[in-house]
């Protein structure tokens, strides 16, 4: 997702309500964390590889998988109770969201990969949009994805948007431009674009977001773009496509009102999955340490080797609370902007930390093809990038808290 921490800065209305199925209290489900984590170990973690692939088998694992989470109990936690989700607010999510993110195929597989899409164009879409697509979403029938970033400006400056909607004699739109790093764009049916319907680079007005169907005519796949080997971005045109007038999120010149609201709670969501992520790299670590033994004595008992595992457990103790003050503050609808930026810079760099020990606790398997590490690191040095660079968050943050002293 695209990705300015520059959008934060943008005035975003209440989030509350919005960042958790109903925002209604649903009763407390038993040993839910306990339960999320081992059907993410025991059904997901298994088909990793086959879902890195990507392709028709994942697309066969995935669907498999989702039956089972269905028939659990487990699908569509944290999405609205009345769009077919379970309607967990975001509090009672982020309880578990690590384990359920332990994996990158985690939120798919049980179901809460859409919420982001669903709760925008719950709140922004139109009255059609809401009737045609929510409750596919929700029920994992239709694929969405998010197209900010373009080849040929930086992701950073989402001012300079090049791709451009012109307005038809009928009210439609057309679309011309192209984007990259679109993730799960090869699979999607629905992708919302970023495009300037006004205004000229950079204005800062002038932008808005459109819900495009991938079947419509123009709309074309360019080309897939392997991220250190593993599938899943894509580079995207849209050649003239037409879209419906009812077809715009946030209304004419809303986009970056709408991106920055769905970043904050994005970019927090990944946070959580990144801690995931780390505590399962730590694990594997620990386990290593403990069960491999030289002639001196298992590896654990070198004191370097207690030095990753230390510099490890401190990097994961000391973010998950930054991650958890900025679920707090989301949660309660409070300016989040500091918190989440802190938060994602320490999670994306805990997880980026935690994962190189690992490995090289591990040693050569620590890089071969016998466990997670090689894939948790590609996502760790990825997520130093999307969601927004480290640079732009120090910067954001920093601006702000400055503020505050001038
Ligand atoms: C795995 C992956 C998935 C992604 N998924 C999506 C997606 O689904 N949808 C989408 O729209 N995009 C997606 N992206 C793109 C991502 O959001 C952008 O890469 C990101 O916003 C940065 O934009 P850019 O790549 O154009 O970098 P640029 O804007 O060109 O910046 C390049 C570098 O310049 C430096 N820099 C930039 N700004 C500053 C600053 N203010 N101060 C100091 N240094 C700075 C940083 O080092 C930065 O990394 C994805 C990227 C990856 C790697």
Redesign the pocket.
Known sequence: ??????LTEEPTEELTERHGGTGEAPPELPGLADRVAAFVAEHVIPHENVLDAGGPPADAVLREVRARARREGLWALPLPAELGGQGLCLERYAAFAEAEGASDHGPAALGSAPLLDVLMLRRHGTARVREAYLTGLVAGDLRT???????D?????PFLTATRATREPDGSWRLTGR???????GGADLVTV?ARTDGAPPDRDGLTLFLVPTASPGFRLVRELP?LG?S??WEIAFDGVRVPADHLVGGRGGALAVAGERLQLGRTLRCLRWLGQAQRAFDLMAARAVARTGSRGPLASHQLVQRHVFESLLALRTTRPLVREAVARLAAGEDAHVEVGLAKVAAARTLQQVVDAAIQVHGAAGLGPDTALPALL??GR???????????H???VARRVLRGYA
Do not use: H, N
Request: hydrophobic letters at 35%; one cysteine or more.
């Open positions: 997702m695209a990705e300015s921490a520059e994805c998010y197209a900010m970033t373009e080849p400006v930086p992701g950073t400056d984007k990259w790093f679109t993730s799960g764009a970023l991220v593993a899943g971005q590609r996502t990825a997520a130093r990038i999307l969601d927004g660079p480290d640079e732009s120090i910067t954001s």
